[in-house]
């Protein structure tokens, strides 16, 4: 009789197979990339249009609340950006149409938007003014009070218009960023 040898037989993966497994996990990868942008870049959108919309929000109920002229200014004056860098919704103490940070009541600011996301202001409105009765006044550059002022949110891909309405109240639609 001979001596039966044992065999060391490992389990386990080989080289091969973890390298096949890197390469469909790369495939899938570089195929949902696209998709995770355009879902990072939405979310970024839709989180931005819902802080200005808010911001309009408490501008108006304010000035019902407060029986005064409360405003929602843009931050800066960059005209291909007007509200990019950020909103501020605030009471004018002292009447004299300026915005001064020791002087004027600030309800809320909200700075810089998130990479990708810039707003489009065709009128060129820097700043919206609600009456005590939450009406919009002299929100045009030439204090002529319109029917409506729309400001656009966009990304790469997609946008949104709010409507700010005379009386104050807003909507939005899909818009087209082209």
């Not at 996301?117 to 939450?134: D, L, P, Q």
Request: aromatic content about 6%; hydrophobic content about 45%; proline content about 3%.
């Amino acid at each position: 009789m001979g001596s039966v040898q044992a065999k060391n037989h490992l389990a386990g993966v080989g080289l091969v197979e973890i390298l096949i497994t890197v390469a469909i996990l790369a495939l899938v990868s570089l195929a949902a990339a696209p998709q995770l942008i355009d879902y990072i870049q939405n979310r970024r959108l839709y989180n931005s249009l819902n802080e200005f919309q808010s911001a309009v929000t408490l501008a108006r109920s304010e000035a019902i609340r407060r029986n005064t002229s409360v405003r929602l200014s843009s931050i800066n004056s960059n005209p291909n950006n007007l509200w990019g860098n950020g909103w501020r919704v605030w009471i004018d103490e002292n009447a004299n149409n300026q915005f001064e940070a020791n002087v004027d009541l600030v309800l809320l600011s909200r700075g810089i938007l998130p990479p990708g996301v810039t707003v489009n202001n065709a009128a060129g409105v820097a700043t919206i003014e609600f009456s005590g009765s939450g009406f919009i006044r002299n929100f045009t550059p030439n204090n002529v009070t319109t029917q409506a002022i729309d400001i656009q949110l966009c990304t790469s891909n997609s946008g949104e218009v709010i409507s700010i309405s005379i009386n104050g109240l807003t909507s939005n639609m899909r818009g087209n960023c082209a």
